[in-house]
């Protein structure tokens, strides 16, 4: 009896296993940050694999946003690499970690991103209904303006500062990221 419940628990197991394996290898997932990206896990799930993103996991962290990128969603988020935030004035990203500027990090960090989940293609099509640019409505409640320059897509900030699209649709269980090559900031 022992030998039977043991057989049938391992064969479960096992079955289980293969299942959640199988699964995992349909995944289609973008590699970021020398790490592959599950659309079956949510942004922050994804986001603290990759090696290119550890000052925005850092940010995040500081800025209290974790939860909220765990959440349902949908979000698009518009990711600024490491190199991206190297290329801040010196000091910045260290003064914007002290949390006394908890409310500005807040707000520079949910300006890359907006409600629900647009996909590159979305964004193309918004950008060819807007003849030539679309304007984005970020959760800080600024603006970014999408744009095509040959087969790459920008999004320029409300300061006139553009960063490229440079890994589209990394989709993710609450959205999609779009790795972006630059910080961009709403008005002060």
Not at 85 to 109: D, H, M, S
Not at 113 to 142: E, F, P, Q, R, Y
Not at 160 to 188: E, R, Y
């Amino acid at each position: 009896m022992k030998t039977r419940h043991f057989l049938t628990t391992a064969f479960f197991a096992l079955t289980l296993f293969a299942t959640t394996a199988t699964f995992a290898q349909k995944e289609k997932t973008v590699n970021v940050g020398g790490a592959p990206m599950y659309p079956s896990k949510n942004i922050i799930e994804n986001a603290v694999n990759s090696k290119d993103h550890t000052t925005l996991v850092a940010a995040v962290k500081a800025a209290g946003l974790v939860e909220t990128l765990q959440s349902k969603g949908p979000f698009t988020v518009f990711a600024p690499t490491n190199e991206a935030f190297a290329k801040l004035p010196k000091g910045t990203v260290e003064t914007l970690l002290k949390p006394e500027n908890k409310k500005t990090l807040q707000t520079i960090l949910t300006y890359h991103v907006v409600a629900g989940k647009m996909n590159a293609s979305d964004i193309v099509a918004a950008i060819k209904k807007g003849g030539g640019k679309a304007t984005l409505k970020t959760v800080s409640g600024g603006t970014l303006t999408a744009w095509m320059k040959g087969k790459d897509l920008y999004i320029t900030d409300e300061n006139g500062k553009s960063a490229k699209v440079t890994i589209a649709d990394v989709n993710q269980s609450n959205g999609v990221i779009h790795v972006i090559d630059a910080v961009v900031t709403p008005k002060a």
